[in-house]
Protein backbone atom coordinates (compact mmCIF):
# COMPACT_ATOMS: atom_id res chain seq x y z
CA UNK A 1 0.00 0.00 0.00
CA UNK A 2 1.42 3.33 -0.47
CA UNK A 3 -0.08 7.00 0.43
CA UNK A 4 -0.59 10.08 -2.13
CA UNK A 5 -2.82 13.32 -1.80
CA UNK A 6 -5.11 14.00 -3.70
CA UNK A 7 -6.41 17.80 -4.47
CA UNK A 8 -10.34 18.66 -4.83
CA UNK A 9 -11.40 22.15 -5.68
CA UNK A 10 -13.43 22.94 -2.56
CA UNK A 11 -13.71 26.48 -1.15
CA UNK A 12 -13.63 26.62 2.70
CA UNK A 13 -13.54 29.66 5.41
CA UNK A 14 -9.82 29.29 4.97
CA UNK A 15 -9.14 27.57 1.88
CA UNK A 16 -9.72 27.27 -2.10
CA UNK A 17 -8.24 23.69 -2.48
CA UNK A 18 -9.11 20.50 -0.36
CA UNK A 19 -5.37 18.34 -0.17
CA UNK A 20 -6.40 14.76 1.80
CA UNK A 21 -3.99 11.47 1.52
CA UNK A 22 -4.96 8.76 0.41
CA UNK A 23 -4.13 5.00 0.81
CA UNK A 24 -4.16 3.05 -2.42
CA UNK A 25 -2.77 -0.50 -3.82
CA UNK A 26 0.76 0.28 -5.65
CA UNK A 27 2.23 -1.36 -8.26
CA UNK A 28 5.76 -1.37 -8.20
CA UNK A 29 7.84 -0.57 -10.85
CA UNK A 30 8.62 2.33 -13.39
CA UNK A 31 7.10 1.95 -16.32
CA UNK A 32 4.61 3.68 -17.53
CA UNK A 33 2.09 0.64 -17.07
CA UNK A 34 2.58 0.25 -13.71
CA UNK A 35 2.47 3.81 -13.15
CA UNK A 36 -0.91 4.13 -14.70
CA UNK A 37 -1.88 0.93 -12.38
CA UNK A 38 -1.07 3.03 -9.04
CA UNK A 39 -3.05 5.70 -10.82
CA UNK A 40 -6.37 3.73 -11.10
CA UNK A 41 -6.36 2.39 -7.91
CA UNK A 42 -5.41 5.90 -6.04
CA UNK A 43 -8.72 7.11 -8.14
CA UNK A 44 -10.89 4.08 -7.38
CA UNK A 45 -9.86 4.96 -3.41
CA UNK A 46 -10.86 8.59 -3.89
CA UNK A 47 -13.77 7.66 -5.73
CA UNK A 48 -15.00 5.35 -2.59
CA UNK A 49 -13.97 7.86 0.06
CA UNK A 50 -15.04 11.22 -1.53
CA UNK A 51 -17.51 10.73 -3.72
CA UNK A 52 -16.10 12.06 -7.08
CA UNK A 53 -17.20 11.18 -10.48
CA UNK A 54 -14.57 12.24 -12.79
CA UNK A 55 -10.60 12.82 -11.09
CA UNK A 56 -7.83 13.64 -13.46
CA UNK A 57 -4.38 12.38 -13.38
CA UNK A 58 -2.31 15.76 -14.43
CA UNK A 59 1.37 14.22 -15.83
CA UNK A 60 2.90 12.70 -18.41
CA UNK A 61 2.05 9.28 -16.72
CA UNK A 62 -2.12 9.84 -17.25
CA UNK A 63 -3.26 7.46 -19.01
CA UNK A 64 -5.58 10.94 -20.50
CA UNK A 65 -4.63 13.20 -23.17
CA UNK A 66 -5.73 15.92 -21.57
CA UNK A 67 -3.14 14.84 -18.37
CA UNK A 68 -0.66 14.66 -20.27
CA UNK A 69 -0.83 18.02 -21.63
CA UNK A 70 -1.62 19.55 -18.45
CA UNK A 71 1.78 18.64 -17.50
CA UNK A 72 3.98 21.44 -16.37
CA UNK A 73 6.48 19.63 -18.54
CA UNK A 74 4.25 19.88 -21.57
CA UNK A 75 1.93 23.33 -20.58
CA UNK A 76 3.36 26.35 -22.75
CA UNK A 77 2.68 30.04 -21.82
CA UNK A 78 3.79 32.97 -23.00
CA UNK A 79 5.45 35.71 -20.78
CA UNK A 80 4.79 39.28 -21.01
CA UNK A 81 8.35 39.71 -22.74
CA UNK A 82 7.10 37.50 -25.67
CA UNK A 83 9.02 34.92 -24.61
CA UNK A 84 7.30 30.81 -24.91
CA UNK A 85 8.26 28.36 -22.73
CA UNK A 86 7.10 25.21 -20.55
CA UNK A 87 5.30 26.23 -17.05
CA UNK A 88 7.76 23.88 -15.62
CA UNK A 89 10.92 25.87 -17.62
CA UNK A 90 9.70 29.44 -16.59
CA UNK A 91 9.26 28.08 -12.95
CA UNK A 92 13.26 26.79 -13.02
CA UNK A 93 14.06 30.19 -14.76
CA UNK A 94 12.92 32.32 -11.74
CA UNK A 95 14.62 30.91 -9.14
CA UNK A 96 16.78 33.36 -7.08
CA UNK A 97 18.92 31.51 -4.41
CA UNK A 98 20.98 33.35 -2.43
CA UNK A 99 24.05 32.64 -4.11
CA UNK A 100 23.05 33.01 -7.90
CA UNK A 101 19.89 33.33 -10.11
CA UNK A 102 17.81 33.98 -11.82
CA UNK A 103 18.46 31.88 -14.82
CA UNK A 104 16.80 32.97 -17.44
CA UNK A 105 18.62 31.45 -20.52
CA UNK A 106 16.58 28.59 -18.74
CA UNK A 107 13.20 29.33 -20.59
CA UNK A 108 14.40 28.11 -23.87
CA UNK A 109 15.61 25.04 -21.90
CA UNK A 110 13.57 21.47 -22.52
CA UNK A 111 11.61 21.25 -19.17
CA UNK A 112 13.77 18.07 -18.21
CA UNK A 113 17.12 20.08 -18.97
CA UNK A 114 15.77 23.21 -16.87
CA UNK A 115 14.66 21.14 -13.85
CA UNK A 116 18.47 19.48 -13.99
CA UNK A 117 20.56 22.30 -14.24
CA UNK A 118 23.12 21.92 -11.41
CA UNK A 119 23.00 25.27 -10.29
CA UNK A 120 19.71 24.82 -8.73
CA UNK A 121 21.46 22.85 -6.17
CA UNK A 122 24.39 24.31 -5.74
CA UNK A 123 24.02 28.37 -5.63
CA UNK A 124 22.68 28.36 -1.92
CA UNK A 125 19.54 28.53 -0.43
CA UNK A 126 16.78 29.73 -2.22
CA UNK A 127 15.56 33.30 -1.17
CA UNK A 128 12.73 34.77 -3.74
CA UNK A 129 11.50 34.15 -7.45
CA UNK A 130 12.07 36.59 -10.43
CA UNK A 131 10.82 36.69 -13.53
CA UNK A 132 11.01 39.25 -15.96
CA UNK A 133 12.53 42.08 -13.41
CA UNK A 134 9.16 41.14 -11.20
CA UNK A 135 10.03 39.59 -7.34
CA UNK A 136 7.99 37.16 -5.72
CA UNK A 137 8.39 35.83 -2.07
CA UNK A 138 8.54 32.61 -1.31
CA UNK A 139 5.15 32.78 0.55
CA UNK A 140 2.24 32.41 0.33
CA UNK A 141 3.48 29.02 -0.12
CA UNK A 142 3.11 27.87 -4.29
CA UNK A 143 1.46 31.37 -4.78
CA UNK A 144 4.08 31.59 -7.50
CA UNK A 145 4.05 28.75 -9.20
CA UNK A 146 0.39 28.22 -9.35
CA UNK A 147 0.40 31.74 -10.88
CA UNK A 148 2.25 30.63 -13.71
CA UNK A 149 0.59 27.55 -14.20
CA UNK A 150 -3.37 29.59 -14.03
CA UNK A 151 -1.56 32.28 -16.50
CA UNK A 152 -1.07 29.48 -18.93
CA UNK A 153 -4.57 27.77 -18.13
CA UNK A 154 -5.89 30.92 -19.46
CA UNK A 155 -3.48 31.19 -22.62
CA UNK A 156 -4.83 27.53 -23.31
CA UNK A 157 -8.96 27.74 -23.03
CA UNK A 158 -9.44 24.46 -24.82
CA UNK A 159 -7.36 22.39 -21.91
CA UNK A 160 -8.85 24.82 -19.13
CA UNK A 161 -12.31 24.29 -20.72
CA UNK A 162 -11.86 20.10 -20.21
CA UNK A 163 -10.22 20.89 -17.15
CA UNK A 164 -13.53 22.39 -15.40
CA UNK A 165 -15.20 18.95 -16.44
CA UNK A 166 -13.26 17.28 -13.29
CA UNK A 167 -13.56 17.40 -10.24
CA UNK A 168 -10.38 15.80 -8.11
CA UNK A 169 -6.92 15.90 -9.02
CA UNK A 170 -3.91 13.85 -8.83
CA UNK A 171 0.08 13.71 -9.45
CA UNK A 172 1.62 10.15 -9.12
CA UNK A 173 5.38 11.40 -9.35
CA UNK A 174 3.96 14.28 -6.06
CA UNK A 175 5.29 13.56 -2.72
CA UNK A 176 4.99 16.16 -0.33
CA UNK A 177 7.90 15.24 1.53
CA UNK A 178 10.14 16.31 -0.63
CA UNK A 179 8.40 19.02 -2.97
CA UNK A 180 6.31 21.70 -1.93
CA UNK A 181 4.36 22.87 -5.39
CA UNK A 182 2.17 20.40 -7.59
CA UNK A 183 0.68 20.58 -10.64
CA UNK A 184 -2.49 19.06 -9.86
CA UNK A 185 -3.37 21.26 -6.44
CA UNK A 186 -2.85 24.59 -9.55
CA UNK A 187 -5.48 21.98 -11.52
CA UNK A 188 -7.75 22.25 -8.02
CA UNK A 189 -6.98 25.77 -7.78
CA UNK A 190 -8.13 26.96 -11.01
CA UNK A 191 -11.75 25.06 -11.16
CA UNK A 192 -12.26 26.37 -6.91
CA UNK A 193 -11.39 30.10 -8.29
CA UNK A 194 -13.28 29.48 -11.58
CA UNK A 195 -16.81 27.96 -9.22
CA UNK A 196 -16.32 31.01 -7.17
CA UNK A 197 -16.35 33.47 -9.68
CA UNK A 198 -12.74 34.74 -8.68
CA UNK A 199 -10.66 33.59 -11.78
CA UNK A 200 -10.91 36.94 -13.69
CA UNK A 201 -10.03 39.03 -10.90
CA UNK A 202 -7.26 36.98 -10.15
CA UNK A 203 -5.78 36.45 -13.16
CA UNK A 204 -5.90 40.29 -13.66
CA UNK A 205 -3.32 41.45 -11.79
CA UNK A 206 -0.71 40.01 -9.22
CA UNK A 207 -1.52 41.80 -6.36
CA UNK A 208 -5.88 41.40 -6.46
CA UNK A 209 -4.07 37.57 -7.26
CA UNK A 210 -2.02 37.30 -3.62
CA UNK A 211 -4.56 39.19 -1.65
CA UNK A 212 -7.53 36.68 -3.08
CA UNK A 213 -4.86 34.00 -1.66
CA UNK A 214 -4.25 35.87 1.41
CA UNK A 215 -7.78 36.23 2.37
CA UNK A 216 -8.08 32.23 2.25
CA UNK A 217 -5.27 31.93 4.36
CA UNK A 218 -3.42 29.40 1.43
Not at 91 to 117: C, T, V, Y
Request: net charge neutral.
Amino acid sequence: MAMRPVFLPKRSRTHFVLEAPVEFQWSAGLSTSQKQKSIASLHQAARQRFGVRSPLEVSSKSASPLGVALSAFNLRLQLEGGEHATVESAFQASKKFAQAGPFPELLEASSRDAKRDPRLRDSGPLVAFELLGERWPLTPRTAFYDWLYLKALEQNQDLAAQLLQHDLFTDIEFNPERSLNCQARSCALYVSLHQAGLLEDALSDRARYLDILLQAKL
